[in-house]
């Protein structure tokens, strides 16, 4: 698994191979000035005695301008990594968010069922972010430091060979303590991203239902579960940072302990002769310069085990199946009449549970279709495998004589407008939202648009008119005023078939009337299909659907259903009584 994640960032990290092959260029130069710090200061210890001659002195004044340009240089190409490293890596993760976000656009709308939002924000945003925070840390720092740590210890066997010994023997003490902890510091991390993606999810699913929150005085225990999620990955959390928390204790406390018998026996070495004071000196300094990488390596293992959750995570979330797309014919718009049939059409959700059933129906050109009947009937399925969003599981559906998985899915979404019981905005002027920022809808088709669907008068009235900025979360709209500008929206698109799912809800009885009048107007020409709740509103449809538990038990028009005395009269009564 974790050679497969590698390989899946590989492409990501070989856009810039020129960019990293420069970064260890600068950072072996910079690693090897300063490494030849701690030899220059053994040299310079060295120099120093009670009778110091004039050459002497003029020495150790050539190493000490040594070890400082060497430090210095040292340090700018260390910047200049950092800086480039940063650079690459926020590059890497405006290319992984592109990637994300397209292909989010390529799911089946089955998948969006099955995962909450707030998952994918997590996805998209923190795992994104850790990747991109770990690959700043990491950089060129493991060919540096192993760079650093074979030179050091080449140059401390060179000095003295048996407190080389004991310098390796306790780093490799260290090391086997240390994978040990790893290992389980990943899989907290795993669960802890997961438990992050189910806060996420929470707050969202909080922040878009707070009225009915306030309305069902649901405030506390909306609290309370937020706290038991929050508490949950808050112990999590601690339990993968205590782990984490190891590594440079542990490393540092073995460090101490090397220096300190170091220090001791090397000592003894030098009262011996074997060794002398800037030796002795050097290898002390090569010794933190051996310990301090592998610290680094140590902190680098663990930074990338958050690099191989979150990029699991995020591989597992674009590696899902995309919409398959088997359509290749063009739809000729000038030849298109606009019939559709559904013929035969069987359709599941999931295996288990079928929601249409032999459902068989045709819709001429021009004709307005009215699907009614009890909630879960299959109403919503049927302008869902209108527009394609699912695929039937048996029969076909017939645009023009023609099966409509012929044609590209794209093309088939294009001849549908389509204005649902939940209206949407997004972000940006109200004349955006009416041209959906299409360039060939001009301003005076907006406006009349918008007057056709009802919305002009209040629009004008707004401080900025057709420039007033609204979105779906704020409040400068009410629900029935978006609900007319979404209207203005598929009137100003044009489309050749129409979806309308009681589409003058939330308007005032005037607003209604008027707006009927518009949708009457809007529907000519057009094959419509009007899901509807008041049917009042569907008297004139050339042909009602009454749908129960996916099968078609009626249909016909308004009069004819009604002399039937069947489940549409008893229906239509009950509404008219209340």
Request: aromatic share 10%.
């Amino acid at each position: 698994m974790k050679n497969n994640i590698f390989k899946k960032l590989f492409p990501y990290l070989m856009k810039y191979k020129f960019e990293f092959i420069f970064l260890i260029i600068i950072a072996i130069i910079g690693n090897l000035l300063t490494l030849v710090g701690p030899y220059l200061v053994g040299k310079g210890i060295n120099e120093i005695h009670f009778h110091m001659e004039k050459a002497n002195y003029i020495q150790l004044g050539k190493i000490s301008i040594l070890l400082l340009f060497s430090y210095i240089t040292g340090a700018v190409l260390t910047l200049i990594q950092n800086i480039k490293m940063n650079i690459i890596s926020q590059d890497i993760v405006n290319t992984m968010r592109k990637d994300g976000i397209e292909k989010i656009h390529k799911f089946p709308l089955k998948y969006f069922d099955g995962i909450s939002q707030g998952n994918i924000i997590t996805i998209m945003i923190n795992d994104i972010d850790n990747i991109s925070g770990s690959l700043s840390q990491i950089g060129t720092r493991v060919v540096v430091n192993l760079l650093t740590i074979s030179t050091a210890l080449g140059i401390m066997l060179y000095i003295s060979p048996s407190l080389t010994l004991i310098q390796i023997f306790l780093v490799t003490f260290a090391g086997y303590f240390l994978k040990k902890i790893s290992k389980k510091s990943r899989e907290k991390r795993r669960v802890q991203q997961k438990y992050l993606g189910q806060l996420n999810g929470y707050v969202d699913e909080i922040l878009t239902g707070e009225a009915e929150v306030k309305s069902f005085s649901y405030e506390e225990r909306a609290i309370s579960k937020f706290r038991e999620l929050n508490s949950n990955y808050k112990d999590n959390a601690i339990k993968s940072l205590f782990l984490a928390g190891f590594n440079f204790p542990t490393l540092n406390f073995i460090g101490n302990l090397g220096y300190s018998l170091i220090i001791l026996i090397g000592a003894i070495f030098m009262l011996n002769g074997k060794i002398t004071l800037g030796g002795l000196s050097s290898f002390v300094i090569y010794s933190k310069l051996f310990n301090r990488p592998i610290a680094s390596i140590s902190e680098a293992y663990s930074i990338v085990q958050t690099v191989i959750v979150s990029a699991e995570r995020f591989f597992n979330f674009i590696d899902q199946p995309e919409d398959v797309e088997r359509g290749t014919l063009d739809i000729d718009l000038n030849s298109l009449e606009g019939k559709i049939e559904f013929k035969d059409v069987n359709f599941s959700y999931n295996e288990d549970t079928p929601v249409l059933k032999d459902l068989s129906f045709k819709a001429e050109h021009g004709e307005i279709v009215a699907i009614v009947g009890p909630t879960g009937g299959g109403k919503t399925t049927i302008v869902n495998l209108l527009m394609r969003f699912y695929d039937i599981t048996s029969g076909k559906i017939l645009l023009d004589d023609k099966d409509i998985e012929l044609y590209k899915k794209k093309d088939i979404r294009k001849l549908f407008g389509m204005v649902l019981q939940d209206s949407w905005l997004f972000t940006g002027t109200i004349r955006e939202n009416i041209s959906y920022e299409n360039s060939e809808i001009d301003f005076d088709k907006v406006v009349e648009s918008a007057k056709l669907a009802c919305a002009h008068d209040f629009i004008i009235k707004l401080p900025q008119g057709y420039d007033t900025v609204v979105s779906e979360d704020n409040m400068v709209l009410s629900q029935g005023q978006k609900q007319l500008i979404t209207i203005a929206r598929i009137i100003a698109s044009d489309p050749k078939f129409l979806i309308l799912d009681e589409a003058t809800s939330g308007v005032d009885t005037r607003t209604e009337i008027r707006l009927q009048k518009a949708i009457s107007n809007l529907v000519k020409g057009r094959t419509s299909f009007i899901i509807a709740h008041r049917l009042s509103t569907i008297k004139n449809a050339n042909l009602i659907l009454v749908l129960k538990d996916g099968h078609i038990i009626e249909q016909g028009t308004h009069s004819q259903l009604m002399e039937r005395n069947g489940f549409y009269h008893e229906l239509y009564n009950t509404q008219y009584m209340l």
